[in-house]
């Protein structure tokens, strides 16, 4: 099992960047993939980004890409998400999650992640 603890969140105004992270600890992080998920209210949870085990590969929705970067440090066995130009559509809370993969594949869906965060909140105000 992977314990999963996200960080960085907070008030900031359209335009501005800020970098979540997310520890990981229990288990062998360069065994996980890794995602970002995020959830504004009133809606469903919804994909980010998702890297592979070794950070080779990464993936994202159509409505952060060129905005946001994924990208993990395995020997601090963290996952990071820097994220650039922000609008106040990117308010919401922002999840960590992780599944064991000896053999990678992208995955948008929640039920494709085993391990969870407890969130962390991202504002943006206009």
């Known amino acids: 099992q992977v314990q999963l603890v996200e960080s960085g969140g907070g008030l900031v105004q359209a335009g501005d960047s800020l970098r979540l992270s997310c520890a990981a600890s229990g288990s062998i992080f360069s065994s996980y993939g890794m995602a970002w998920f995020r959830q504004a209210p009133g809606e469903e949870r919804g994909f980010v980004a998702c890297i592979s085990p070794e950070g080779g590969s990464t993936d994202y929705s159509d409505s952060v890409k060129g905005r946001f970067t994924i990208s993990r440090d395995n020997a601090k066995n963290t996952v990071y998400l820097q994220m650039n130009s922000l609008k106040p559509e990117d308010t919401a809370v922002y999840y960590c999650?992780?599944?064991?993969?000896?053999?990678?594949?992208?995955?948008?869906?929640?039920?494709?992640?085993?391990?969870w965060g407890q969130g962390t909140q991202v504002t943006v105000s206009s």
């Open positions: 999650a992780a599944r064991e993969a000896a053999i990678w594949y992208p995955t948008s869906l929640i039920r494709g992640y085993d391990y």
